[in-house]
């Protein structure tokens, strides 16, 4: 059974940063691309960063060059390191990983103050 365990939301001012972390079992993250995605009220889930099995990483436009896509192989976990925080970051953040079927977490909340 595959599982997926968000970690590392809070509330932060905006500038300030966020490591968030995703947990798996059940599943070999190093063999799978692994995607971050997002929520805000009202408004589409979107692709926030992915990392590929082969570390390949691609970034939405809107936080290229603040975010970073990486993966701990040892400890199975994917982490999503936010840096330069804006309020339009808020949303709740969600780890996917597609193996036959797209798996989800349950998410974690980020809010960014002004």
């Known amino acids: 059974q595959v599982q997926l365990v968000e970690s590392g939301g809070g509330l932060v001012q905006a500038g300030g940063s966020l490591r968030l972390s995703c947990a798996a079992s059940?599943?070999?993250?190093?063999?799978?691309?692994v995607g971050w995605y997002r929520q805000a009220p009202g408004k589409q889930r979107e692709l926030v960063a992915a990392?590929?099995?082969?570390?390949?990483?691609n970034y939405a436009d809107s936080v290229k060059g603040r975010v970073t896509i990486s993966r701990d192989n040892a400890k199975n976990t994917v982490y999503l390191q936010m840096n330069s925080l804006k309020p339009e970051d808020t949303a709740v953040y969600y780890c996917?990983?597609?193996?036959?079927?797209?798996?989800w977490g349950q998410g974690t909340q980020v809010t960014v103050s002004s």
């Open positions: 996917n990983v597609h193996f036959f079927t797209d798996y």
């Open positions: 059940g599943i070999i993250f190093s063999a799978n691309a």
């Open positions: 990392i590929t099995s082969r570390g390949r990483t």
